[in-house]
Structures are given as C-alpha cells and as structure tokens.
C-alpha cells in the first residue's frame, strides 16, 4: 500500500459519500465539540486497515489522536477494540462510514484468504488471487489477500502476460503465441499459458511457459496434469474453485490455486464504531 | 446513473486493471485486427450493466459496434446471450476484465434485491440499501438496487439527516436533536430517527420524525413499535436483517426494511465473455 | 463544508490563478522572508469563509499562524479585523487574491440572504436558495446561505424530487407523474411539484406532493394557494422574486421562498488584505 | 476558450449538480424518449457561450442536434431564440440547469462590458478586466469579457508582473523593484507599478514601468497622472471605479480603466429553456 | 499504450501548454477557417507517436482528418512526410507544440534505442531500458524503447521485485534476503539481485535469483561473472553503460543490457509541422 | 515553483513508479525501520530541485527529517553532499527514484544554461527557453533555466502572442496581422513577430511589434537584421542554435537568444542515493 494513494482515494471516497456537507453532524454539534470513540470487531476474523483508519481521521480531524492497536494480518475475536479515536465529534461522526466500509471489506478479504488456506490444509499450495477485484479497490484487496497470507497474481496487464483460451484460439497455438510474446517482453516479466487438455499442458511446457494454468480442471485432472510439469515451471489451478471444493484439491502437488472469489464475493467482517459514553 | 460519470470512472478503473498496456493482446495480435464477442450468462439472475459494457467497449474502440440485448433489471437465465461486441480484438481482450468486474457485480446486488423481495414476500413492506456500499461505486449500487426492485435510502450526507444513537446519546434528547435540526434544515430534507426502545419511538413519533427507524428489533418489537408510528410517519427496520432471517419480518406492517448486506456482501452473478469462433 | 474538499478546490484555484509561479513574489523577496497581514472589512455585512482563510494560507505555508477572529455568520463592520495572517510573505502574496476570491463571494451571499430576510420581515416565512448556484461553488454557496440566516433547497438532483412543468407536460399530469415516481422513490426523498393555477395547486394537493411551488406568481396568487395547501404538505414560492419585490409576500402565509438571486446575481463584500508596517 | 478544458470543467459541473442521478428524469421518462427545446432570451444583452451549449448537450446525449443560431458576443433582445436542441429528453432535462448557469453568468459578464463601454463612451480608453475571477471559472469569465468589447489584464501570476504596494512597501522603493524584477523576468513579460502619488508616478516613469497603474485615484488625479507617462509607457485607472462612476474618467486621457466589477459582482442574464409542445 | 490514458495525458499536456486560450490564433484566424498542414522528419531516425497525432488533433477539432503513413517503430530519412492533417487552423496551429514535443521525444527514444543496438552488434545480447524515465511519461517511454527494437525492465515497483546494494546491506545478506521475499512473493513476479563480486554473484545463483545484475561492473567483469550465471537464471549488466561504451561488452555473452540514458538523457528527434501553402 | 502543485504532480509521479506497493521494501522491512540516506553529486553542474527533495520525502513520510544543503542555483562538484534524509527505510528506498528521476533534469535543465550563457560569453545577450519543454514537467523546467541563469520566454500561449510563419502566411501580412491582433490584445500581453528576410525585419518594425525574432538566421544576418530594431523593441535570435554553434553569435548585438535544446535534449546531472553504513 501507498499511503499517499490511500490518501488520493479517501479524499474521492469521502466526498462520494458526503456530498457537500455531514449535515447531521454540522446541525447538531458546535465546531468545536471533542469525543472518543472505538472500533470493536462483532465477529472473529483477520484484520486489515489500519492506514485507513489512521489516514482517514487525520484527513478529517488533523489533531486527533488515533491509536490502532493491532496490525494488519493479526487474528481479532469478537469483542475486541481494534482501534481509539479521540477528536472532533463532526469528524468521528463523518467519517464513520466509509472507513468501516473499507476495512470491513479489506478484512473480508484477509479473513476470507485465511479461511481458505485453513481449507485445503496443505501448506504446499499457495492461495493466490486474481484480477477479479472490486474496480478502484485493487491496491486494498491485493494486500488483504497478503494479509491473509495469500499471495499476489499479476496485479496489472503489463506486469505480466497470460495467454488465455480466446488468445491462443485466435492466434492459432500455444507454441506460436509464446514464441511470438517471448521475443519482445522483457526479462522480468512471466508468462503464464492456460490450458484445460493433457495436450496443451504438453505444448506448454515444450515452449517453456514459466507457469502453466489448468482452467476449470478437476482435481484429478490438476493432479494428472501438474505430474507434466517439471521444475522449474509453475503449475496453477483456477477457474471454478471455492471455498465449498477447494478442500478436493489438497495433495493434488500443483503449486498454486487462484480464487476469483476472494475478492469478487467477499462477505464484509462485521466491525462497528462505538462512541465512547463519557468524555 | 450518468453516463459521463461512468466513463470517467471507468476511465480510472481501465487504467487501475492496464497499468500502461495489455502487453498479451499487444504481442500477439495486429493493432487492427477485429474479432467478436459474446456475453453469455453463466447462471440465472437479474441483470444490470447495460451502459457499462457500451460506454466501456466505446472507450477502448470507437468504431466498434455493441449490442446489449437485454435492459437493466430483466431477468437472465443460464446460457442467455446478454450482448454482442464487434471490434478490435485488443480493445475487446484488454476491455473484458473490468467490465466483467462492473457488471458481475452491479447484477449481484439487483440480483440480491430481487430475490430479497421475493423472500420477503410482502409487497407492503419495501426493501431499501443503506450507506454500506463499496467506495467509490455509490451510483452503481444503488442504481442496481433500484434495477433489482428495491428502493434507496439516502445516497448522501447532506440528502437526509439521520439522528443515530451516537448522535442522540452525544446531544442528549431525540426531541432535543429534533427541534434543534428542524430549525436549521431545508424543506426538501428529511430527518431520520434511530430508536430501539417503546420509549425512543413515542419521543420520534411526538416530536414528528419524518421517518422512524427501529434498530436491531426484533420482529415482534418491530411489529408493536411499528403500531405506535401514525402515518404519514414513515417506519423502517434496520440493522442485523439478512436474506436468513429477512421472511421473518413479513406482516409485521413496517414500512421500510433496509439491508446492508444488498451492497457490502454481495455474491457476484456469474457471466463470462466468449470470442465467436470464426469472423 | 467539509474541510478536505476545500483544500482539494483551493488547490485547483490557486493553480488557476498562479500559473507556474507568482514571479511578482519570486522575484522581490528571499524565500524564507516572514510578514504579517490584516483582512479587513470594507463595509458591513455577513462574514462568511472561515475555512478558506485557515486552509488556504496552511496550503501555502504551512508554518504560517492564522487567526480568524470572528466566525462564519457573524456580522462585520467597516474597518473590523476579520483575521491575521503571519507566515511566509511569498504565500501571503500570492495567496491574497484566490482567498479574497472566496471570501467576498461568500460573505456577499450570506451578506444578500440575511438582507433578504430582513426586508421580508415575516419570520413566518423562511428563505432558501436554488440549483441557480456558480458551477463548481455549490458547497460554498449553499453553506454561505446557511450562514446567513436562509435554508437549502435540494443541493443536488438526487436529494430530491421536483416536477416542473417541463416534466408534466411532457408525462401527461401532475397526478400521474407523482405516483409514476412515488413508486420507485425511497422513503427519504421528497417530491415537490411546480404549478401555476389553482387547479394544479389542488392536483397536487390531491396527490399529497410534499411540497408544492408557486411558479411566478403574484402575492395575491401566492396567499390564495396557500390557503389550499393543508398541513403537512409545504407551499413554496418560486421564480422571479427578488430583493425589489420580496416585502410584498409578507403575511401572505407561504411556508418558503426560493430566491435564485442569492447565488447567481451577487455583490462580493468588499474585503482587503494589509501588510502591517512593521515585523 | 479550449473546448476540450470546456468539456472537463462541465464533466465537474454536471457531476456536481447531478450527484449520482437525475431522480426526476429517470423516473418519468424512458431512457429513449426524444424532445425538443429552445432557449430564449428573457431580457436584451450581450450572449456568450456557445460552446457551453454545444459541448454541453453532446456529452449528456452524444446524438443530440444542437443549433446555436448566434455568435459570442452578439446582441440579443428579449423574446430571441439563442438555440435549440433536439434529443434525449433526459438528457435536456438533466443538463438545463448547469448550462443555463454557465451561459447566464457568461453573458451577464460580456453584457456588462459592453454596458461599461457604452457609459464610458470614451473610445480612446480601453476597459479591461482583473483577477477578480469567480475561483474556477477564470477561462469563462475573461472569454466573456473579450466577447462584450473590453480587453483582459494579465491572466495568471505567470503571465505579468504587478507590483502593488504591499509589494513595494516590503521591499523598499520602486525603482529598486523593478530593477531587482527586471533582472531577472524575460522579454515578454511586462512590468505594471502601482501607484498613487505623483511622486510614485514620476518615480515608476523613470525606470520605465512598461504600465504604470493610478490605484483609487480620482478622475482629476489620472488626468494629471496620465500627463506625466509618456508613450509607449502605458496608464491605467484602477480601484473603486464601478458603472455608477465610470462616466466620470471620461476624457482622462487614461489608457486604461480596469474593472473588478465586471467579474466579481455580476448580474446573471436571464436566459430560460422551453420545452416544444410538440415532437 | 492505451488510447485512453492518451487521451487523458494529452488533456493536460495542452491546459499546460495553452493555459486559457492560444491567443494567436483566436486573434487572427474565424473560429471556422480551415487549414492542412503536414509532420516532416528534418533528420532520419525511428519514428514513434502515431496515436498521439491521431488522437491530439482529434481532440482539438472531432472533425480534422488526420492520416498518418508510417507506423511506430518505422524508419524515417530527412525530408519524408510523416503525417497530414486536416481540419480547423487553429485547432492546428494550438497543438502543433504539444505534439510535437511528445512525438520529438518518443522517437527520440526509439532512435536511440536502435543506434544502441546497432553499436552493439550482438544480437545475443538484448538492450532494455530502466526505471529512469520522465515522470509522468513511463507509458510514452516504454512503448518508445520497444519500438526501437528494445525490450522493458520493470515497469512499476510492483511488477517485479530487484533488491540493491541499500536493500541487501540493510537487511543482511543476498541469500535472506532473497528467501524472506519470496516466501511473500507472488509466482508471477520476479526477483532481480544486484551483484558487483563474484561472491555476490555466486551468493545470488545459490539462491537461484530469476535475474543476477552486475552493477557498474566493466566488460571483462560481466563476461567473468556471466560464466557463473547457468540458465535459466539470467545476467544482467548495468550502471555506466552509454552509446559510448557500449560496444565494448559485445560478447560478454550477457543476456541483459540495461540502459538509463535510454530515457534521462535523451536527444529529441527533429520534426517539424509545415502548413500547405493553398487551400 | 508552487509547492502545492509540486505536490500533486509527485503524488503523479510516485504513483507511475510505484503501482500499489513497493514490493521490495514491503517484503524486506519491517513497517518502522529507520535509515539515513544521502543525495551526492557524481560530477559537477549547477543543481537544482531542493523543494522536491523536501516535499518529496515528506509525502511519503511525514516525520522525515531533511536537509538540504544548498540552494537552487548553487554549483556542486562531484562527490559533494547536496541533502540528507531520515526517516523511514521504506519511504527513502521507495522514493528514490522519482525524486532523483526530477532533480537530475532539473539540474540537467539548469547546467546546460549556465552551460550556454558560458559558451556565449557576452552577457549583453540574454538566454532564454522556448515552449519546447518535456509535457507535464514546464514549470519544473522553465524554474530551472532562472535557476541556470536564464530567463524564460512565454509561459503558456495565453501569456504572449507569437505570430510565426504559418500564422502570417495563413493571414497575409505581418502588418495587417499584429494590427488585427493589437485590437483585441490587453495592454500586458506583448506581441512577437517571426521574421527571416530584412523586408520582414522592417515590415514587423514599421508596425511596432514588442519583439522581433530572426528565424533560423545566421549570425551575420542577426547582426544586420538587429541594427534595424530601434528601442525599445526588442531583437531575439531562435532556431536552429544549438551549444555547438552559439559562441558564433556574440557580439552580434540582439537582445536575447531563445534554445529548444535547454529543454528538449537535456542531459541528466548524475546524482545518487546512498544509504548510510549505520544508524
């Protein structure tokens, strides 16, 4: 994470969700008025957030004093105070929103990612996400998904390439299209094939591809597939796999399984925002 | 929905998914190459996103010619062909993520509300959205909670004023807070009460809360309360309300049920694009 | 207002009116050279700008201490010390014209809308403004109102409904096009109807619009429809009112009078900027 | 004017008065509903703004046919159509009020121009504007001032050097200024003192200020100050001139009369869009 | 490159270059008047920018017709016609400098990429560029480096991981360092180690960085040291490397040479704008 | 230089360089660690670029010390200490080099003019720059000529009028053209003609223009052609003057010698980062 991209993008998501005035806030209190308050997890979870919590009220209320009391990654119960803000009222009160909005989403994602990885039980599969993200959000769920303790896929289009079923369909063959891309991309930069048959994992591997992706395989099929590639190319799963059958694909060996679901259908972890009675 | 703003923010999501090119479309294929593509619903649901997949394919190539078949709200079903797509093949392939990434999304949530109202089954009480929306795509998800049948609640700060428990406690009396709003607030606005006790409602309810929201009740807290709320009072329950327990407030006579989880625990409807075999 | 989007405006302005450099400052003094400066009241009227003085010199050197004595609302007199500003004698400079820009404006809008109050004399009677704001100042507009005594009308088209008579000649009637859009509004939206005779006035009444405006109508027509508008639905009187003609609406019973004058015809409040003789 | 910052600065200004949606429009009307409208002249003036409404029109509905039938600067009576448009009725609806803002405030600037020019009558004296611009709106408002006959001061701090007495008094006398600035400024920037005393006059002329400005200075004084500069040097009545005294530095002799009136205190020309009966 | 980002980056690179209008051409030219003019390289090189031309010229006049007949990457000889354009004059004349100051610049980049590898001579070896780039020009710069026949390093900091002599001497050693990263690291995303030993180099293979750099290493040393690298690891040389010394490391039998002055030190490629003498 | 802008175009720039996270310094150190690093000069020129380094730093980490030892301006000599920063390790490493990428063209700006007004070595004739400036990076560029020792030349084409070959062409004369255009030109505003021939020298003297350039005209010529410019007009030799040729036009008596080159063919000033041994 950038801080100053968190700040860029708090600045567009607080005005989305004020418009031009907290009138609840503005009407009720003087400008002045001081309060505290904390955030407390409803339920148990992987947290993350933290520079979102502290960017954001000091975006609001420059003099006020935020604590967060954890890190981000680290395992909340519920009932636990992730986070203090003492300040301005209008701030505490204006703001509420939109942080909880982002860090229940962001430890969604970490705590979605942990789940799965307790899921498969196998540490010799890595999690990894794709570029299925919420669009404006990607730089957040990537890190949630570290977080969690998963790992990054390519988290732009130039900073990888993956040649998927429509390009090598229009392009003719797996062994041309590698050539081909291999001859202008750069040194630092993968590229990564997808396949679905024994045949193309074949082709694959003959052209070198530095991972090899078996799309919408069973586990049988990952399992049979993964056996024909040798180190040290990468063999990945993905595309239909979640949390219900993910388990199906412990000891299959590949090295990686992608989850679309990690960051497209993410259940929010439920934290709320607690004004604290007396000041 | 405005559709300059969807093409400036699609403009910024593009750029999030590209970074500076899509180096596989770039490598493999002619800058002037064309091809064609489908949008094929891969299970049922209510559909939104019309104007993103035109104003998103428009963006990356002018003189492609799009065909959306469908209109936001219809319902699809497995194997519909939602749109059709002519153009560059590069425009197509670089463009397909992020307005799959859109429009899986914003028919998650009309697909969700939908299927909230057919839970609830009670058209005299009318499902809602709340703020807990994804930063940054206000305008998408509550356009695609309208799409799905439900209506919004406020969309900004300054176009409602709600007087939560945080607000009540910190100020000290709901008719208090009330009178002192009333005299400072425009005509067009309306206040929004946050109670949960019989005692909180009869103070909303004198003091002539346009709308009387009840917290966390109970269905048969919200049914009692709901009775001491005289029209044109309007009444909401909110808060701890999913499609699990959502049925179990049919008939208790509220008008308003408003849920979060429509926007901040959305499953995304599955749809995927598909390159025709041939041109 | 809300303090991070007037830093993010004033960036805009004062890079709107600096260019690449005040060389006038650049060139005439040493970088680190300090001075102190005055804003003082001109002639008498309604302060309104607080947060554009403190923010924008804080933009310009944020070392510098500002100290505005007076608060937004707050009446001024020929010749009264609004603020001091000591700091960086470049920023003061440079900074002097944008900061005036902002505040003269403002406070001539709080200036005309408490004279406007004043010459109704009714306080029966309360006064908003319109849509009719300078693009791009609606925030600052609209505060400036409150400041001065008035009350908003919607701030933006999705904060409220109003069906003018464009709208209903093109649907059909005003009774239609209410219940067209009552059944697919949230309960936190209001809808206001414009109409012209006595007949409109009972249709929308009829209809139970929440609010309903006179458009351009005299005094006498204005005190004769208020008369059918019952409690608790709101009459308003709209379209050619200004200062010249407001005191002849007193006592004519109407709930509001909408004023575009407020904003799109204002006289700035003369404000100057002085250096003090002497560090 | 550049159209392509036109359209940036409308994308702002539609964004701002639209929020998320156009409640009022997409509820009554289908999304392809055609109309037709003209926008007429209620009060004589001089127009400005054509691109506004071309530029305005097509980004809000890319098929629309927009006639302006006159040109920027152009006189208009009352009753006159100044344009039509045909296309989505949405689309009119929605964008009406942002243009109208935009138009009114740029014709009322170029009609009070021409009206200066007119009191004046003085056709050796040139009336020009300052940097008194509303905050964002600078392009627009000095456009609008070439359209109604005058000419612009310096557009940006970059684009001139002024030294103002806050200026001169800090640094020490204004020979020594301009010479420390001239130093350093290049050839096609100018140098304007002001002053305000014969002897600050005498002083400016002999280190050849290219303008030499009368700050506040009575008719009387710029007639005997003009006296003393001699060409190409160039004069410039400025401070306290409104409409209401203007008349009176008829014959002064003076260059130039700059205005801050022109763009600070503007009356909006009344401009309405009618909706055709028929299509 | 993406036609958007293009689009976008140009918006700005013309509100800089013309602040509020080009003043020439508005002074002398009808708002109507038409023109053709045509892009002729002054010296021979490798022409890059055609999109720039096509979409610069389109956003200052939607109807000028733009033909370019050469494509990135080609070779140019002093005197060809690179391009036309017709349509409005001072749509012409008011980004002629903007675009070709970008198209200068581009094909300055290429043509220096192509003399490197010409100088080379060793087509074993592939010259890429670094990080060292214009701010705000990345995407131009890359695109121009491949159009000259070379590949990309890196194009942002996350699309690949190099550690340097700062990162390893504050964390340890190369051997840590690099496993600590790759126990986080994505499987699309490379680790690069830069090495100036043969000991650090060694360390590097040991670890099986994917890149091993020999940083500011002379020729002898880079042909030492890539004897160590066995595939499919891969060597690079970089730090001091010019036109100038280039040749010098043909045969060292690296894979990689990267150069700065690629993009930090690059000579502008002359071309110049010609309007046709009649209409 | 305005800081603010400054410091929207770095948070630009980081983001360009960055993407969503400096995986490197993520992955290697812990959220907190501290460092100490400094800026040293590689050979010797004149520097230019404190405020990016202050600003620079202080955007990534906002308890950042940093000292920089010299001024815009001041000459360094390889191996000299220009600043030094603490702070954060990851701040430092990650905003290495977009800083150094800014201040090594900026210095490379103010070296090559210093460079020049050496070569010409008649200080009689001033330096100046052109509109050929890297887009995007103008104000940073045109500071650093002043800081060389230069002047600049007009900032944007609203802060001068330039009538050059096309548009005098295109028009008909250069007397008709600069009258048409003194017409509608504001007294601050000064206009240069382009001339090549001694009839056109004549012609733009005859009719006053401020500033007369000698287009791609030998010293000889320029030595004839500004014998014919009387004072206060001003002579400027551009076109085609390069360092290579520039000592040839001293003592050719014009007033000011404009170079492309100063801007579109920069070398870079070698500045490195090295981190401190210990802390």
Redesign the interface.
């Known amino acids: 994470?950038?801080?100053?991209?968190v700040r860029?993008?708090l600045?567009?998501?607080?005005?989305?969700?004020?418009?031009?005035?907290?009138?609840?806030?503005e009407?009720?209190?003087p400008i002045d008025?001081q309060?505290e308050?904390v955030f407390i997890a409803k339920e148990s979870g992987v947290f993350c957030g933290k520079e979102v919590i502290e960017i954001g009220f000091q975006?609001?209320d420059e003099a006020s004093r935020i604590e967060v009391n954890i890190t981000d990654g680290d395992v909340v119960q519920e009932g636990d105070v992730i986070a203090s803000v003492k300040g301005n009222?209008r701030a505490i009160?204006?703001g509420e929103?939109?942080i909880?909005?982002?860090i229940?989403?962001m430890s969604?994602v970490a705590t979605m990612t942990a789940r799965a990885i307790e899921l498969l039980d196998d540490t010799s599969i890595?999690i990894?996400d794709t570029?299925?993200?919420?669009?404006?959000?990607?730089?957040y769920e990537?890190?949630a998904v570290?977080c969690g303790g998963g790992?990054?896929?390519?988290?732009?289009?130039?900073?990888?390439?993956?040649?998927k079923d429509?390009?090598i369909?229009?392009?003719g063959s797996i062994e041309r299209?590698v050539s081909?891309?291999r001859s202008?991309?750069?040194?630092?930069?993968?590229i990564?094939v997808e396949t679905s048959t024994e045949e193309e994992v074949l082709e694959a591997v003959k052209v070198?591809a530095?991972?090899i992706m078996f799309d919408n395989c069973s586990p049988k099929e990952v399992e049979a597939y993964t056996k024909l590639v040798p180190e040290?190319l990468?063999s990945?799963a993905s595309g239909g796999i979640t949390l219900d059958n993910l388990a199906s694909f412990r000891k299959t060996g590949v090295?990686?399984i992608s989850l679309g679901c990690l960051t497209?259908?993410?259940?929010?972890l439920d934290i709320s925002?607690?004004?604290k009675?007396e000041l």
């Open positions: 994470m950038i801080g100053l991209k860029k993008d600045e567009q998501f607080f005005i989305e969700d004020i418009g031009t005035s907290d009138l609840s806030s009407f009720l209190f008025e309060a308050a975006m609001l009222i009160l204006t929103r939109v909880l909005n982002m229940q989403r969604g890595r990894c570029r299925k993200t919420t669009p404006g959000l990607r730089m990537k890190y570290r790992v990054n896929h390519r988290i732009t289009l130039d900073g990888g390439v993956m040649l429509n390009h369909a229009q392009f299209a081909h891309v202008r991309l750069g040194h630092m930069t993968k990564e070198q530095d991972v040290p990468i990945e090295n990686m497209h259908s993410v259940q929010s925002l607690r004004m009675g």
